[in-house]
């Protein structure tokens, strides 16, 4: 569907939430960071910012660093301290220490610990070969001391087809790891398929999942709409239309295990368009006005609250934000290109209109 396709008659004018957080996000680091974090702050609380960097942030030291970095460039963007609340993560490999588990908890800064198998997405290769293997030591001192895994749910195997690659690590990853550690709380990042909610909806114990606005408003078929189109290209990949449906129901459903998490990932137009370009979407600047499309477009504007606001903190352990974010009824086009530490990023649906946009204030 088009973000803008959204019924416009008769519909309320303004959209007042609790101030919504994103539970899965990627700054990046230096000038980059600088000239996106804003995008993010203007409309979040919180956000869980994602440890892929080069080289990742596999230490509490590394994430304290790196919020530091953070706060500095909020602070050159004109944001008020403690506006915009960075949620570190640190990157789990095959060799994370469990004191390194317990020194992130009592850090009180780190707040996940983010599984990249390794080789699955842009800045993997330090990831993990083998979970149950190498990580058992990380795995008992997350679930002995309540630190959530966040999980980039997609086998690796060159056998499995790209399609299949995260119902295909249901099975081999995910129901293994939870029978191992029933207790452990689980984020299964970017959810993409019915598999995937069927799985999450039915799982015991605390699991729950992010889902991003480009596959609650995009099927596969937007990757080759009139040609190939790398600005659509994220991982784990669109999908066929029926699980994009099965995700809209899941998102608008009320249940707390499904949350808001963006999942933007900036890259420059550059290492888009070329023979081997890199994966993900740029979302944040429209964030809210993308969710509040497909929300809209399944008549479930009043759940939208819920996804955004309140099922995040909830499962995380923390309070909802205490302000809030108004959306008004005013067409927003997507600009064609955003600037990029000094060069462009494309955002996803460029050049379309959205229905809703952040009040002006
Ligand atoms: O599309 C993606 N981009 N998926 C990921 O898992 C990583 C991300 C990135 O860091 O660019
Ligand atoms: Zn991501």
Same mark, same amino acid.
């Given at each position: 569907m088009q973000p803008g396709s959204a019924r416009d008659a008769g519909g309320p004018r303004t959209l007042t939430l609790t101030r919504p957080d994103d539970w899965h996000l990627h700054l990046r680091d230096g000038a980059v960071l600088q000239s996106v974090v804003l995008d993010s702050a203007r409309q979040f609380g919180r956000a869980i910012i994602m /440890? +892929?960097?080069? #080289?990742? =942030?596999?230490?509490t030291a590394d994430a304290q660093a790196y919020r530091d970095r953070i706060l500095a460039a909020l602070r050159q963007a004109g944001v008020? &301290?403690?506006?915009f609340q960075p949620l570190m993560t640190l990157y789990l490999t095959d +060799?994370? #220490?469990?004191e390194e588990i317990r020194r992130a908890r009592q850090s009180g800064l780190v707040h996940g610990v983010k599984l990249y198998p390794?080789?699955? %997405? %842009?800045?993997? *290769?330090?990831? =993990? %070969?083998d979970l149950l293997k190498h990580c058992r030591a990380a795995l008992d001192a997350m679930q002995d001391c309540g630190m959530p895994l966040l999980v980039?749910?997609? =086998?690796? *195997? #060159? *056998?499995?087809d790209l399609f299949d690659r995260e119902a295909v690590f249901i099975d081999r990853v995910m129901r293994p790891l939870r029978q191992a550690y029933p207790a452990l709380k689980v984020v299964f990042e970017h959810l993409t398929t019915a598999d995937g909610v069927a799985y999450v909806r039915e799982a015991s114990g605390p699991v729950a999942a992010t889902i991003t606005a480009h596959h609650l408003l995009y099927n596969r078929n937007a990757l080759f709409k009139g040609g190939l189109r790398p600005?659509?290209?994220?991982? /784990?990949v669109l999908k066929r239309e029926r699980h994009r449906l099965a995700l809209v129901d899941a998102a608008t459903s009320? &249940?707390?295990?499904f949350f808001l998490g963006t999942d933007s990932a900036p890259h420059s137009r550059g290492a888009k368009e070329q023979d081997c370009g890199c994966a993900g979407c740029y979302t944040a600047r429209h964030a809210m006005a993308l969710y509040a499309a497909a929300f809209e477009a399944a008549d479930r504007l009043d759940r939208l609250e819920a996804f955004a606001s309140l099922n995040g903190p909830a499962f995380y352990g923390l309070p909802p934000n205490e302000g809030v974010l108004t959306l008004e009824r005013v067409p927003e086009r997507i600009p064609d290109a955003l600037p990029l530490a000094g060069d462009e990023v494309v955002p996803l649906a460029a050049g379309e209109s959205l229905a809703w946009r952040l009040q002006a204030r």
């Open positions: /440890p +892929n960097l080069k #080289p990742p =942030v596999v230490t008020p &301290d403690g506006a +060799n994370t #220490p469990p390794a080789g699955a %997405t %842009t800045h993997s *290769d330090a990831g =993990v %070969t980039h749910g997609e =086998v690796t *195997d #060159p *056998d499995v600005h659509w290209y994220c991982l /784990p009320g &249940d707390a295990r």
